[in-house]
T-cell receptor, first 112, second 114 residues
Framework: GEDVEQSLFLSVREGDSSVINCTYTDSSSTYLYWYKQEPGAGLQLLTYIFSNMDMKQDQRLTVLLNKKDKHLSLRIADTQTGDSAIYFCAENPTGGYQKVTFGTGTKLQVIP | ETGVTQTPRHLVMGMTNKKSLKCEQHLGHNAMYWYKQSAKKPLELMFVYNFKEQTENNSVPSRFSPECPNSSHLFLHLHTLQPEDSALYLC?????????????FGPGTRLTVT
């Protein structure tokens, strides 16, 4: 079955770049997502990438997709204390509503 | 109210109690989901409803019973739970038929089973 793996914890200093990594198993994944969960809140879609893309950039966020290695990463430039949250990687093998598989989440701690 | 709301936000219940979690979405979506979030584990999909019909049940124990009376409301009925069921229960909704399937999450109900 599908499996999404992430490291549990990342600590960076304010102003540095953060890189959160994810590996997935389903090579047919159509969409891959990064969701952000702030304390006391549900998950919120941060960005996504379609499987025919290698990279997507959105302001301070850069998503890199290596389909050969089934590796997804999220880079946050100039990390701020407000970026402290849990970041979930997720894959959607077929597109559509039914089956999105999430990872464990990576807790990002930003040190002032 | 906007987005996805969940009540209660916190719930403590004994193993012999019966309680229900409620979720409501104000986004006009037609698919709704229940997830279980436990520390150090992947976010676990429990149930999916599409147009009020249950389309996914991920081998969830029968002590969890979902109900979807209409496409805006979703309930999770709980009875004779175990301590290992303590977790954050998240509800989400999305618009079925859109390939990208962005899911909108509620803030969750923090459940503690004593």
């Amino acid at each position: 079955g599908e499996d999404v793996e992430q490291s549990l914890f990342l600590s960076v200093r304010e102003g540095d770049s953060s890189v959160i990594n994810c590996t997935y198993t389903d090579s047919s994944s159509t969409y891959l997502y990064w969701y952000k969960q702030e304390p006391g809140a549900g998950l919120q879609l941060l960005t996504y990438i379609f499987s025919n893309m290698d990279m997507k950039q959105d302001q301070r966020l850069t998503v890199l997709l290596n389909k050969k290695d089934k590796h997804l990463s999220l880079r946050i430039a100039d990390t701020q204390t407000g970026d402290s949250a849990i970041y979930f990687c997720a894959e959607n093998p077929t597109g559509g509503y039914q089956k999105v598989t999430f990872g464990t989440g990576t807790k990002l701690q930003v040190i002032p | 109210e906007t987005g996805v709301t969940q009540t209660p936000r916190h719930l403590v219940m004994g193993m012999t109690n019966k309680k229900s979690l409620k979720c409501e979405q104000h986004l006009g979506h037609n698919a709704m989901y229940w997830y279980k979030q436990s520390a150090k584990k992947p976010l676990e999909l429990m149930f999916v409803y599409n147009f009020k019909e249950q389309t996914e049940n991920n081998s969830v124990p029968s002590r969890f019973s979902p109900e979807c009376p209409n496409s805006s409301h979703l309930f999770l009925h709980l009875h004779t739970l175990q301590p290992e069921d303590s977790a954050l229960y998240l509800c989400a909704s999305s618009q079925a038929g859109l390939a990208m399937n962005e899911q909108y999450f509620g803030p969750g109900t923090r459940l503690t089973v004593t």
